[in-house]
């Protein structure tokens, strides 16, 4: 979560692009990349890639990760729906979020010599 806060600061501050306006929902801030999104969606696959090994059956697995899809698309949906963001800050934020925990996940398998696949901890 580290590395997605520190990329969604530094490219807020280097993009600059200001939000949509809004009846419902007054802010301050950056639009570009949704912060919300970004980082609901790093937590949530995070989370995912850390307990699928913890759930055993199948219908757990797919609830997890289901799940994590679920609080992803809500915390996106919410974000355009109290029109805080536009659709591209939202997308540009699932992207990120995603970028960050492959990143992540990536270093970290290559440091401790983690060398299994995602797909064969889901075992399939």
């Known amino acids: 979560l580290a590395v997605t ?17 809004s009846d419902i929902y007054q802010t301050g801030g950056w639009s570009f990349p949704s912060g919300h999104t970004t980082l609901a969606t790093s937590f949530f696959f995070l989370l995912s890639y850390i307990f699928v090994d913890k759930v055993r059956s199948g219908k ?8 994590s899809f679920l609080g992803v698309f809500l ?16 997308l540009a934020g699932i992207a990120l979020g995603l970028m960050s925990v ?14 299994r696949s995602f797909r064969r901890r889901i075992h399939l």
């Open 5 to 21: 806060l520190a990329s969604l600061t530094m490219l807020k501050n280097l993009l600059q692009i200001t939000r949509p306006a």
């Open 102 to 115: 492959s990143l992540t996940v990536l270093m970290f398998n290559l440091v401790f010599g983690e060398n």
């Open 75 to 90: 915390a996106s949906f919410s974000r355009i729906y109290l029109g805080a963001h536009w659709a591209l800050d939202i």
């Open 60 to 67: 757990g697995k797919t609830l997890l990760i289901g799940g």
